[in-house]
């Protein structure tokens, strides 16, 4: 961590996604009907953003987002559906016919299988990835404008692509999924993460690399392998594509959060703790200066995996879930927080929700009321714990 990183610790901290309100929703809809114009959607989005700005400042927040509220889903760079792809900021891909594959994984709340595979085609790279929208420009720079905290910018880690290759429709242009993986890192270095630095951000985050949501889950890890994937090869290679979007970059905090699968409704992914991956993973992270990590279940088990964080690395405890809206307790959470720093420096740790609120549109059963009482609760936390 270097000195300009460490003097400004985020102690209360946020993943990225804030709940929709009803009116972006129903002017997203009007869009996509064709009775809502650009320029009224725009409208509708900042005004949504402004909104955001205001809850997370006046929570107490150490670092704020847009809570991408511009996106339909968190996954921005190459849209799951077919109606997102004129918003993307990559082309280059198509929508092809497939198995349902990495959708079938899912979980309802009460470990149930979900069902959320409707469509009959799944996005995949055919051509070499073109930039068609700057992101930054679109999204990044209204934040920066407008806050007066601190602010992020989060965006999907390399490793996350790895659905969109496929060994039919994608090796001619990519022979292997590294190799497309590599070119997505490429883009995040050559065309984001300058632009953020451009603009004074100073907090870049990486979203949902696979470590987690693939392969802690045992059966998720077992379906992969029946579909002819390498594990432990492409654990490796993930980690270390994903290690190669901040080099040489400095004076920033590089963030990475390290999801466990979240989806509208309370959806997870990963029944399984960090044991499994994090000492492949974490030593290889050397470009990080912090790791998001959830810990809002048992699911996730326990703190020990933190040992093998590099000592230059911070850490953030996903402690507050966003999948219900009850409101933990201030005391409870101020309790894991010193078990874990039996594991590693309090220095070294910070708080936040496990997740984003809204990975999609339709965002997880809270209420607004609901999720501003938890950012509260996180930066009332980080308060008593690192009396901040």
Known sequence: MTASTRARVARADVVGSLLRPAYLRQARQGARAGTVSAADLRAAEDRAVREAISVQESAGLDVITDGELRRQSWVVTIPLREEGASHAPLAGYEFLPAEPGWWSLWKEPDGRRAQVWTAATRP?????????????????????????????????????????WHPEYSRAVYPTPEDFLR????????????????????????????YAQ???????RAAFEAWGHDMTAELTADAEIDNTVFEGVGGVTRAIHICRGNAPGGRWLADGGYERIAGEVFPRLTNYDRLLLEYDTPRAGDFGPLRHVRPETAVVLGL????????????????????????????RLAVSPQCGFASGEAGNPLTLEQQEAKLRRVAEVARRVWRA
């Open 320 to 347: 507050l879930t966003t999948k219900q809206g009850a409101l933990e307790d201030a005391a409870a959470v101020e309790r894991r927080i010193r078990e874990a720093s039996q594991h590693i420096s309090l220095t």
């Open 183 to 210: 070119a997505v890192a490429a883009y995040l270095r050559e065309e984001v993460v300058p632009k953020i630095i451009a603009l004074g951000g100073d907090y870049i985050q990486m979203d949902a690399p696979n």
């Open 214 to 220: 693939w392969h802690v889950d045992a059966g998720n």
């Open 124 to 164: 995949f790279v055919t051509k070499g990835l073109r930039v068609v929208r700057d992101i930054v420009a679109e999204e990044y720079a209204f934040l920066k404008a407008n806050a007066h905290a601190r602010t992020k910018f989060t965006i999907p880690a390399p490793s996350w692509h790895r659905i969109f």
